[in-house]
C-alpha cells in the first residue's frame, strides 16, 4: 500500500444511510464499477434500523429512466414492486389568477421543433387558444385524459410520450437494496454510527460503530438525510436556508385509497394552489399520496389541515379513517457539498419544497455525477470536489429560482402569501434578470450555460406561457418561414396528439396488463 | 361483426358449416400458429413472432402477406397450399367461457360458433350434431382444434417467455421490392437472434433442448426462406412474373 494518502487509490466507498438517496447512489456506483473483491471497488452501504427513510419525493423526472436501466433492474419489477405509475408532467390548478379556468400543464414531452426553432413567439402572436402546452405539445392530450405514456407492445423503458414515474418510496429503498446487494455485490451493514475519525488532512478515515466496528474507507457519501451526520454533525458545513426566497415550511400528507379497485389513475401530478401554498395529489397503483404544503407565516395547522380536508371533500375522498402526518420543511441546501473526502447526497445535501419533484433527480445527477468525477487517488479529491460543488450550487440556485418562478408569476390578491411572494427582495437577482430578459425574449437554449440543466428553456417556457405571461418579440425578429412551420406544428400537433390518444390505453389499464404480463426488453 | 353463440345440441341441431376456409380468411396477413404446427407449416409459410396486443407477448405467427387484410395464400376463394394453419381451420368456432359456471371453475369452456360467418350454411356443408343429439365427427375434430390451440397457446408463450429472458429474440426488417417498383417495410415481426444463439452457455442451450424447444426455435429459423415464396405470390399477382429482386430481411437493431 502507498505510503502517502494523496497516492492512495479510491476503492473503498462507504454510503452512509439507506434511503432513496443512499441506495440509488449505492447503485450507480456498483453499475458503473462492477469489478469487486482484492483489485476492485468495494461499496459498503451502512445504516441504522432506528432511523425508518423518511419517504418524500414520490415524483420523479425522466432522467429516472436512464437511472433504472444503468443500475440494471427492470421496469417491470420496478413498476411491480413500487406501485409505480407513469407520470407525464404536472398539471397546476389555481395558479395565476384561480379564475374557473385556471389551469396548466407542464408535459415532459418538449415543445415541437424544440431541437431547431423557437415557435413560442409565433404561439404568442396567434390567438393563443388552445394554451401554449396544449397547442405545441400533443403530450397534455395524454394527461388530461389519463392515458398511459405508452402500449403493452413498447419495449421496458421505452415511450410513445417521454415520462416519469410515481413511486411509493418507501417501497423504492428496498427494492433497489435488493437488487444492489443480491446482483451488484454491495455490502449491506445493519449499524449505528457513534464516532466519526478524521486523519490530520481533516479526511475522513473510519466509522466507529456501536457493534465496535471500524469501517474504514477512501470516499464517503452521506446519505444519512436530514441528520446528515457527516457533511453536517462531523463536518460542520452550514445549512444555507432560502426560506427567504420560498416560503413554504410545513405539510401535510395523507394516503387516499381509491374508491373502487381499478379506479382510474391520473398520468400527471396536480398541483392545485391553495391560501397559502399548494395542494399535491399523486395517484399509485394502490393509493394517492395527497398534501398541503404551506407557510406557518400565513396560515396555521389547524387552519391548514381544514383547507387540506376541503380539497378532499370537494373530491368526495373525506373520510374518518385518514391519518394526517405534520411534516417540517426547511427549504435550503449546504453550502458545500463536497469537503475532503465526503460528499453529501439527497436530504443531507438540501430540500426544496416537492413543487417540481426535484429531490429525487437531484440523487440521480448527483450519483452520476461521482461515478463520472470519482478520483482516480486521494490526491485528486479536491479537484473532485471543487466541480461537484460548482455545478451542484447551481443546480441548487436554478432549481430555487425554478420554483419561486411558479410564485412569482402569479396574479393572485387573496392571501398576504401569495402578494409577499412577488415582494422584489424575495426573488433572486439571477430570476429577476431572467424575468426582464423574456420580456422581450422567449426562453432558449442559451439562456441557460450548463450541459445539463435541471430545468431547461422548455421548461420555463410551459411555466411563464401557461401562468399568462408575455413576451413581446420585436417583429424585425419574426420570420414567416418560421410562422408558416409553427402553424404547420401546431397542426400536426393536434393531428398527432388525436391519433396517439385514440390508441393508448388508460394509465390504470396498462399497469394492470404489465402487472400481469409484464413488459418486453425490446 | 362476430356473433359468437356458446353451441347447443337443440337449437344448432340443423345448423351446416363448410368446411374450408372462406371469405373471412383473406381479411389479415399473419396469422397466429402454435409451436406442434411448426413443422407442416415449414412446408410452406415464413414464421415469426409479433407482439400480441393484449398482453405484449411474443407469439409464433405465420406470414401471409405484406399489407394490412392481404393474405396471399387465399388466393381465388381457396387456400392454395396444402397445410391450413388450425387457427384458420377452427373457423367460425371458438371457445367462450361457459356462462353460469360454477364457482372454482372458472376455467369451464364452451364451443361457440360465430353465427355472422359466411361458412354457416342450412343445405350443404357438414352436420354438427347427429340426429341423437352426439356431436358430428365435424364438430369432434373442431373440438380437438381448439383445445389443441389452447394448450399450443401455453406452449407457446413457454417458449417465447423463455427466448426473451434468454435475449434470443430480436426485431427484424423485411423490406421487400415488388415487380411493379412498388416497395413494402413490414416491422413488428421478431424472430430468433442467431448471434445470442450462438453465444449461448451449454447449460442453458440443454436446458432448450431438453425443453423441446430448441427443434422449435430451429424451425423458426429454417422457415425465413419462405419469405421470398411470398414475395413471389404478390408478384404473380402484380404482373405474372417472378422477382427480379430478392427481400431483404436483416436484424432491425436495437429496438
Known amino acids: 500500500m502507498p505510503d502517502r494518502p494523496e497516492q492512495q487509490p479510491v476503492r473503498r466507498i462507504v454510503v452512509v444511510g439507506g434511503g432513496t438517496a443512499g441506495w440509488i447512489t449505492a447503485g450507480v456506483l456498483a453499475s458503473r464499477y462492477p469489478r469487486r473483491g482484492e483489485d476492485g471497488v468495494t461499496i459498503t452501504l451502512i445504516e441504522s434500523r432506528q432511523q425508518p427513510p423518511i419517504g418524500v419525493g414520490e415524483g420523479t423526472w425522466p432522467t429516472i429512466r436512464a437511472t433504472l436501466k444503468q443500475i440494471g433492474v427492470t421496469e417491470t419489477d420496478f413498476l411491480r414492486e413500487c406501485d409505480a405509475s407513469f407520470k407525464q408532467g404536472s398539471q397546476f390548478v389555481n395558479w395565476a389568477d384561480a379564475s374557473d379556468s385556471d389551469t396548466y400543464w407542464h408535459p415532459f414531452t418538449l415543445p415541437a421543433d424544440y431541437a431547431d426553432r ?16 396544449p397547442s405545441l405539445c400533443f403530450q397534455t392530450e395524454l394527461c388530461g385524459r389519463g392515458l398511459a405514456p405508452k402500449q403493452i407492445t413498447t419495449p421496458e423503458f421505452a415511450g410513445l410520450a417521454n415520462y416519469a414515474y410515481h413511486l411509493d418510496a418507501g417501497k423504492f429503498g428496498p427494492f433497489l437494496q435488493k437488487h444492489c446487494v443480491g446482483k451488484l455485490g454491495v455490502t449491506h451493514v445493519y449499524d449505528e454510527i457513534v464516532q466519526v475519525q478524521s486523519d490530520d488532512r481533516g479526511h475522513i478515515s473510519h466509522l466507529v460503530t456501536k457493534s465496535g466496528n471500524l469501517l474504514a474507507a477512501d470516499l464517503f457519501i452521506d446519505c444519512s438525510g436530514f441528520s446528515a451526520l457527516l457533511i453536517g ?111 453529501a447526497v439527497g436530504l443531507s445535501a438540501g430540500f426544496l419544497e416537492p413543487l417540481e419533484a426535484s429531490a429525487i433527480v437531484m440523487i440521480e445527477l448527483s450519483a452520476k455525477s461521482i461515478a463520472n468525477l470519482l478520483p482516480g487517488c486521494g490526491g485528486g479529491m479536491q479537484h473532485a470536489a471543487r466541480i461537484f460543488n460548482d455545478t451542484f450550487r447551481y443546480r441548487w440556485e436554478r432549481i430555487v429560482d425554478f420554483l419561486k418562478l411558479h410564485y412569482v408569476l402569479s396574479r393572485r390578491t387573496d392571501s398576504g402569501f401569495w402578494i409577499d411572494n412577488r415582494s422584489r427582495e424575495s426573488i433572486p437577482d439571477s430570476l429577476r434578470e431572467g424575468l426582464e430578459f423574456w420580456r422581450h425574449h422567449c426562453p432558449w437554449h442559451e439562456d441557460f450555460s450548463h450541459r445539463e440543466e435541471v430545468f431547461s428553456a422548455a421548461s420555463y417556457q410551459y411555466v411563464l406561457y401557461g401562468m399568462g405571461f408575455r413576451t413581446e ?50 | 361483426m362476430v356473433n359468437l353463440v356458446a353451441l347447443d345440441s337443440q337449437t344448432h341441431r340443423n345448423l351446416r358449416v363448410a368446411p374450408r376456409p372462406t371469405r373471412e380468411c383473406a381479411e389479415f396477413n399473419v396469422v397466429s400458429v402454435i409451436p406442434r404446427e411448426f413443422p407442416r407449416l415449414l412446408a410452406h409459410y415464413p414464421i415469426f413472432f409479433t407482439k400480441s396486443a393484449d398482453s405484449g407477448r411474443f407469439e409464433p405467427a405465420a406470414l401471409l402477406g405484406f399489407e394490412r387484410k392481404e393474405n396471399l395464400f387465399f388466393v381465388n376463394g381457396r387456400w392454395d397450399v396444402a397445410y391450413v394453419p388450425l387457427q384458420i381451420q377452427r373457423q367460425p368456432f371458438s371457445l367462450i367461457p361457459r356462462r353460469n359456471a360454477p364457482a372454482g371453475n372458472q376455467a369451464a369452456l364452451d364451443v361457440a360458433i360465430d353465427l355472422d360467418s359466411s361458412n354457416i350454411q342450412t343445405q350443404e356443408g357438414e352436420r354438427l350434431f347427429l340426429d341423437d343429439g352426439g356431436p358430428s365427427k365435424f364438430l369432434q375434430d373442431i373440438t380437438s382444434i381448439l383445445s389443441a390451440l389452447v394448450s399450443g397457446s401455453r406452449e407457446a408463450y413457454a417458449f417465447t417467455g423463455r427466448l426473451a429472458e434468454l435475449d434470443l429474440i430480436e426485431p427484424v426488417r423485411i ?76 436484424n432491425a437493431g436495437p429496438a
Open chain 1, 473 to 522: 418579440t420585436g417583429p424585425w425578429l419574426l420570420s414567416d418561414s418560421d410562422r408558416n412551420r409553427a402553424r404547420e406544428a401546431m397542426s400536426e400537433t393536434a393531428r398527432h396528439a388525436k391519433a396517439l390518444g385514440a390508441t393508448l390505453p388508460g394509465n390504470r389499464d396498462l399497469l394492470t396488463r404489465i402487472h400481469r404480463y409484464g413488459l418486453q426488453k425490446i
Open chain 2, 175 to 250: 423490406d421487400v421490392e415488388f415487380v411493379d417498383r412498388s416497395e413494402a417495410k413490414l416491422e413488428g415481426l421478431y424472430w430468433i437472434a442467431a448471434a445470442a444463439l450462438k453465444a449461448l452457455p451449454a447449460a442453458q442451450l440443454a436446458e432448450l433442448r431438453d425443453r423441446g424447444f430448441l427443434e422449435w426455435l430451429y424451425f423458426q429459423m429454417a422457415s425465413v426462406s419462405h419469405v421470398s415464396g411470398v414475395v413471389a405470390r404478390k408478384n404473380q399477382l402484380l404482373s405474372g412474373v417472378t422477382a427480379v429482386r430478392g427481400p431483404e430481411v436483416r
Open chain 1, 233 to 343: 454533525k462531523h463536518l460542520g458545513v452550514p445549512f444555507l436556508s432560502r426560506k427567504d426566497v420560498l416560503f413554504i415550511d410545513k405539510a401535510w400528507a395523507v394516503q387516499i385509497p381509491y374508491r373502487e379497485d381499478a379506479g382510474p389513475i391520473a398520468s400527471a401530478t396536480i398541483s392545485t394552489a391553495q391560501s397559502s401554498g399548494w395542494v399535491w395529489d399523486i395517484g399509485l397503483t394502490t393509493r394517492r399520496g395527497v398534501g398541503y404544503v404551506f407557510s406557518s407565516n400565513y396560515v396555521s395547522d389547524d387552519a391548514a389541515l381544514e383547507e387540506l380536508k376541503a380539497y378532499l371533500a370537494v373530491r368526495g375522498d373525506l373520510s374518518p379513517g385518514l391519518s394526517f402526518r405534520n411534516i417540517p420543511i426547511n427549504s435550503g441546501y449546504r453550502q458545500e457539498l463536497w469537503v475532503g473526502n465526503c460528499v
Open chain 1, 118 to 133: 423557437n415557435l413560442a413567439p409565433y404561439w404568442l402572436e396567434g390567438p393563443r387558444n388552445p394554451g401554449f402546452a
